[in-house]
């Protein structure tokens, strides 16, 4: 028995900023101070706070330390792990009240409106011992469907639950389930989808590192629910922690014969292999991705067939993302009408943010359907950094589009999101502040569009290169309002004729800020001017004669000696030499120079 | 996406070759094999130049275009050797609006070089990557898997010189 647990987390955000050295310096002192037979230290998956790690959280009394050093180590464990004295300087501030107590981490701003479902052990187990996950309820879920519940009930149960798809789209995953298990077939498959190709987007990465397990028992109720006995997991290849991990869940799930023949004695069969994606988001489309498990270009195919009637290798398949299968154990569980009780009417349950950009709190949230955006940015979110002011929030990636302001107060769901011309996509929100253009931002998305067109289809190939062409004459100032209407008339034409989810969802960045930010579109245009000041093009830099000392720093550090006059005097920049790199305005020490 | 060392000759072992040939014949008789062969032989050679391929062709009967096909399709697969140390900038949107671009742009500066090509030397690589995961340390890049977060353009400097 240990009387003290110290977890660390293990995730990619907190491993970027060193938690392993940490993990090593601890249990090495621990060791020096005789302590390893008291303390035990456990690496964990994501707690959600990224930006505040490398997090430590030490139980029984769950003492939470961020951004914790290496140096700290040896205070910790003489201080609180030996002693009993918390090391307060280290403690997340948020945990600390005005009076100096100590308060509860679910009683802070970030955690206390999260209702932890998809990422309930994300934190809290080990990932790599499955004896952690079974001993917080894992594999209960698969033994009571496989002992009490037909296939049918399953499916209905799901139906019940109104569990719709987190990987986007939102479809029903009963009816997906339901459509898959009424085509006969000799063989069927279980895919999920773990190519999480939305820059900006990580919970599904958080759940592979944190509760492997949680979708692996998920994937094989699905195999009994639709009579599949083979699934694929396609995960991307820049997620090696979360690999690594899957592959030690998979053989110690096949050890515990909780994988494999006749699982519980049943005479349910099912196993579970991995892929590997190479780097292509049009992998995480379904027909996509199958084509790429099949060995081929990743390319989509044109549906029908649905997947549910000629998926993979050419048989009955489902195909589900990380979090749509970490919530289902749960449900079945508890239950469809616990799940049902939370969220609106047609998104129930909770969905999972990746909060970015311009925002205190960065990382992961998971809350309820119909949560506000203003909730989540100003309250979970902690606000703005440096007082500036919010203009706005981006959500379903690439296919997404951007929510101004004014829609502050929408509930969070499924139909909300598209009725204001965005979507849920797989849950990234970047929150973007006054000095982001929308123009340029719209630009970046179809940058990415562009670079990953397959190629196959030609409104997607051709009509993305020809919005990034204009995008690109706005930008520089070279644009005409006639170009902006060809812009607009190409948006609708590529939606209407692409292929594939890609294609059809590619313009939803420029039509999103289109109609909510067409001023700033017109200021690039008629007035040759970037309201943000991020296109480089038009912008120029000035030095304000009444503020310049005559340091002559800036003329020093101009890289193109654009920058002349005499000491003591102001200075000038000449224009035509400006390559606006902006290193004299990072220089200037009397804050002289401006953009205009 | 040219090298700035314009042909690089092929220069595999016996060793690499037999380490390729065991794993093609251990994957061979799976579905779908021509991926995960792809990729070992990618980590057996650091990148798939045309002998390989014709290698896996031969062993598996996989027409060789088809492999150049999927070679060519996915961003991971290199044609030509990475540098050393491979620099990877996410560009991904939470990177973006954090500033990862002048952080590319430095790195240009910097090095001579420009998205997917390395260095004369062979010692640096440069691309740019879609989300690593770390958005809350953005801006991040990464040098082969040591990551750096939370940049500014004057750490890259710092930073490199940590690899000459």
Not at chain 2, 72 to 86: D, I, V
Request: proline share 5%; charged share 25%.
């Amino acid at each position: 028995m240990y009387r003290s647990h110290v977890l660390v987390c293990g995730g990619t955000g907190c491993t970027s900023s060193g938690s392993q050295q940490i993990m090593e310096t601890l249990k090495a002192e621990i060791e020096k101070q005789g302590l390893t037979e008291e303390v035990s230290v456990v690496q964990t998956g994501c707690h959600g706070l990224c930006a505040l790690g490398p997090i430590m959280i030490i139980y029984p009394d769950a003492t939470f330390y961020s951004m914790v050093k290496v140096e700290d180590i040896p205070e910790i464990v003489a201080e609180h792990l030996l002693k009993g004295r918390v090391v307060t300087r280290l403690l997340y501030n948020e945990t600390v009240t005005p009076a100096g107590n100590v308060k509860a981490l679910i009683d802070t701003d970030f955690y206390k409106k999260q209702h932890r479902i998809a990422l309930r052990n994300c934190g809290i187990i080990n990932p790599e011992v499955i004896e952690e996950y079974i001993g917080t309820g894992g594999y209960e879920a698969l033994g009571k469907v496989l002992t009490e519940m037909t296939p049918d009930d399953v499916i209905q149960c799901l139906l019940d639950s109104g569990l719709r798809g987190r990987g986007g789209g939102g479809f029903p995953t009963g009816l997906k389930w339901k459509l898959a298990k009424q085509n006969d077939a000799d063989q069927k498959y279980v895919c999920c989808n773990a190519d999480e190709g939305d820059p900006g987007a990580f919970m599904d990465r958080s759940v592979l590192e944190g509760d492997p397990h949680a979708v692996l028992e998920a994937m094989a109720i699905a195999g009994y629910a639709i009579g599949a006995s083979q699934g694929y997991i396609y995960v991307r290849a820049e997620y090696p922690i979360a690999v690594q991990r899957l592959k030690i869940a998979i053989e110690q799930a096949r050890e515990m014969e909780l994988l494999g023949n006749n699982i519980f004695g049943s005479d349910f069969s099912f196993d579970i292999d991995l892929r590997l994606g190479a780097g292509a988001f049009v992998c995480g489309e379904e027909t996509a991705l199958m084509t790429s498990i099949e060995g081929n270009r990743g390319e989509p195919r044109p549906r029908p067939p649905f997947p549910a009637q000629k998926g993979l290798f050419g048989k009955p398949t489902i195909l589900n993302n990380v979090e749509t299968y970490a919530n289902i154990p749960q449900i079945i569980l508890h239950g469809p009408e616990w799940f049902a009780s939370m969220g609106t009417e047609k998104s129930k349950g909770t969905k999972v943010f990746a909060l970015g950009g311009k925002i205190h709190n960065t990382g992961l949230v998971e809350i309820p359907m119909g949560t506000t955006l203003r909730e989540v940015i100003e309250e979970i979110g902690g606000g703005i950094p440096g007082g500036k002011k919010f203009k706005a929030a981006q959500t379903g990636g690439p296919s997404g589009g951007c929510i101004p302001a004014e829609h502050f107060d929408i509930p969070i769901d499924y139909d909300n999101l598209i009725a204001i011309g965005s979507m849920m996509g797989s849950g990234g929100l970047i929150v973007m502040d006054e000095d982001d253009c929308m123009v340029d931002i719209a630009k970046f998305f179809l940058e990415f569009t562009v670079e990953e067109s397959c190629g196959k289809c030609t409104p997607c190939r051709v009509g993305t290169k020809r919005m990034l062409e204009i995008l690109t004459k706005i930008t520089k100032g070279q644009a005409t309002m006639e170009d902006l209407d060809k812009l607009e008339e190409l948006c609708y034409y590529i939606k209407e004729n692409s292929l594939c989810g890609l294609g059809q969802t590619a313009p939803n960045p420029v039509l999103s800020t289109l109609r909510y930010f067409r001023d700033e579109y017109e200021a690039h245009i008629k007035e040759k001017r970037c309201p943000a000041g991020v296109c480089k093009a038009l912008l120029s830099y000035r030095i304000d004669p009444d503020k310049c000392r005559g340091c002559t720093l800036c003329a020093r550090n101009c890289p193109n000696n654009a920058i002349s006059g005499t000491v003591r005097n102001p200075h000038v920049i000449d224009q035509d030499k400006c390559i606006k790199c902006g290193a004299c305005m990072e220089k200037c020490k009397f804050g002289a120079i401006y953009k205009k | 996406m040219a090298c700035k060392k314009e042909h690089v000759p092929f220069s595999g072992t016996p060793q690499q070759e037999a380490a390729l040939k065991k794993v093609i014949a251990e994957l061979k008789d799976t579905k779908g094999a021509l991926m995960p062969i792809m990729q070992q032989a990618q980590e057996i050679y650091g990148y798939l130049p045309i002998e390989v391929q014709t290698m896996i062709s031969d062993e598996t009967g996989i027409p060789l275009e088809k492999i150049y096909g999927v070679s060519t399709f996915y961003s991971q697969f290199a044609l030509q050797p990475k540098g050393k140390y491979q620099i990877s900038v996410c560009l991904g949107t939470a990177c973006y609006v954090k500033g990862s671009g002048a952080i590319f742009s430095k790195l240009e500066e910097l090095l001579g070089i420009t998205n997917g090509e390395c260095t004369p030397d062979g010692r640096f690589s440069l691309d740019s990557c879609r989300c690593v995961g770390a958005c809350g340390l953005a801006p991040v890049m990464m040098i082969n898997d040591e990551v750096y977060g939370r940049l500014t353009p004057d750490d890259i400097p710092g930073i490199l010189a940590k690899y000459q």
